[in-house]
């Protein structure tokens, strides 16, 4: 039985399974082994011989059902793809930028930033000149070869390109179709 629905859905439909893995692996522990003196908890169902044995078998086909949903949902977002700003990449780029190479280039711009910030600090301190942009040529001089208002754009860049990013990855979950 193969099902079509939106992105959202079938996010949707991963929670309920993983909740129905869960409560099937726990039904299983629970019963799985007994001692041969002890009454059968599942003799009114058929015995615990034939109810373990569906349990495992349900737990597999939730498990496949999951990766059938996993699969489709990444092979749509290997094809879809998503313009902000002027960048245009597939979702599933978009989705590893924003989880991996987004956070990493923030942190880099905003230590860059608090470097700058901390040198500036210490040349008023220490009576220095600090030069924008050019090699200094006298021992009391210290240049910066780091624009500050390029970090600071660049950094307000990366968080609007995020912004931007998540209200039209939902709309694309919202309304592209996957069939598992």
């Given amino acids: 039985m193969t099902k079509k629905t939106t992105i959202t859905e079938a996010l949707a439909e991963l ?3 993983d909740s129905k893995i869960e409560t ?3 039904f299983i522990l629970q019963y799985a082994i007994r001692q041969g003196s002890s009454i059968d908890p599942l003799a009114d169902d058929g015995g615990s011989d034939k109810i373990i044995p569906q349990k495992i078998q349900s737990l597999n086909d939730l498990l496949a059902r ?3 949903i996993r699969t489709a949902i990444n092979k749509k977002n290997l094809e879809t793809e998503v313009s902000v700003g002027n960048k245009t990449k597939t979702v599933a780029e978009w989705i590893i930028w924003r989880r991996e190479a987004k ?3 923030l942190r880099i711009y905003q230590d860059l930033q608090k470097s700058v910030l901390n040198i500036r600090q210490q040349c008023g301190q220490k009576g220095l000149l600090l030069k924008d942009g050019e090699q200094p040529s006298k021992t009391n001089e ?3 070869f780091i624009s500050e208002s390029k970090v600071n754009s660049q950094i307000e860049s990366l968080n609007e390109i995020e912004a931007t990013l ?4 939902s709309m ?3 309304t592209t179709l996957v069939e598992y």
């Fill in 66 to 68: 999951k990766v059938a």
């Fill in 103 to 105: 956070p990493q280039e």
């Fill in 142 to 144: 210290v240049s910066c």
């Fill in 172 to 174: 694309i979950n919202a």
């Fill in 15 to 17: 929670k309920t399974l």
């Fill in 24 to 26: 099937t692996k726990n």
């Fill in 166 to 169: 998540d209200g039209k990855l």
